[in-house]
T-cell receptor, first 116, second 114 residues
Framework: GAVVSQHPSRVICKSGTSVKIECRSL??????MFWYRQFPKQSLMLMAT?????????EQGVEKDKFLINHASLTLSTLTVTSAHPEDSSFYIC????????????FGPGTRLTVT | AQKITQTQPGMFVQEKEAVTLDCTYD???????LFWYKQPSSGEMIFLIY??????QNATEGRYSLNFQKARKSANLVISASQLGDSAMYFC???????????FGAGTRLFVKA
């Protein structure tokens, strides 16, 4: 199947700093990418939908100025957590849509963010 | 609004036995897809099986089968011949229409006992 990578896999940052997480589709072009957040022992919560070349669509309750999403190319989407705080510590997972086909979506391995 | 419900927070099964993980859903869209994903402790989401709302037969993928009961809006996952490596978190998910937006259930943690 198609491969989606995320970098970094783990990151620790200090409170008040910003951190960028990359999501790449390695062997296909993804017109749509999704960013999820998962707290320990909880389900995945969709944060935003990222479409190449346009602004991301954020889910209700997600601060777009805090979680900046850029989908500059068909293979790369980035999530920047700005002015991170300890409550932003979480597991962030991206997924990429291949385009067409209701089940053609592939998940990245996730990034564990710890804000100290 | 679409909704996915998994009522079993944790399940235990003896190795080599079958286990059923429950999932019910709610949607007003006649076209939708139902998915099951496995999430081991490493965190990656592993796609297991897919069932389309118009599919007449239950989906099967190796040891995984999906018991799709459309009238009851249920999509239970059956794992046959459980293995120790099946111990993980399992999520039921749904997408409406032809889109990619996926809604996940709360998940069920499966423990396989030797």
């Amino acid at each position: 199947g198609a491969v989606v990578s995320q970098h970094p896999s783990r990151v620790i940052c200090k409170s008040g700093t910003s951190v960028k997480i990359e999501c790449r589709s390695l062997d296909f072009q993804a017109t749509t990418m999704f960013w999820y957040r998962q707290f320990p022992k909880q389900s995945l919560m969709l944060m935003a939908t990222s479409n190449e070349g346009s602004k991301a669509t954020y889910e209700q309750g997600v601060e777009k100025d805090k979680f900046l999403i850029n989908h500059a190319s068909l293979t790369l989407s980035t999530l920047t957590v700005t002015s991170a705080h300890p409550e932003d510590s979480s597991f962030y997972i991206c997924s990429a849509g291949l385009g067409g086909g209701i089940y053609e979506q592939y998940f990245g391995p996730g990034t564990r963010l710890t804000v100290t | 609004a679409q909704k996915i419900t998994q009522t079993q927070p944790g399940m235990f099964v003896q190795e080599k036995e079958a286990v059923t993980l429950d999932c019910t859903y709610d949607t007003s869209d006649p076209s939708y897809g139902l998915f099951w994903y496995k999430q081991p402790s490493s965190g990656e989401m592993i796609f297991l099986i897919y069932q389309g709302s118009y599919d007449q037969q239950n989906a099967t993928e190796g040891r995984y089968s999906l018991n799709f009961q459309k009238a009851r809006k249920s999509a239970n996952l059956v794992i046959s011949a459980s293995q120790l490596g099946d111990s993980a978190m399992y999520f039921c998910a749904m997408r409406e229409g032809g889109g990619f937006k996926t809604i996940f259930g709360a998940g069920t943690r499966l423990f396989v006992k030797a």
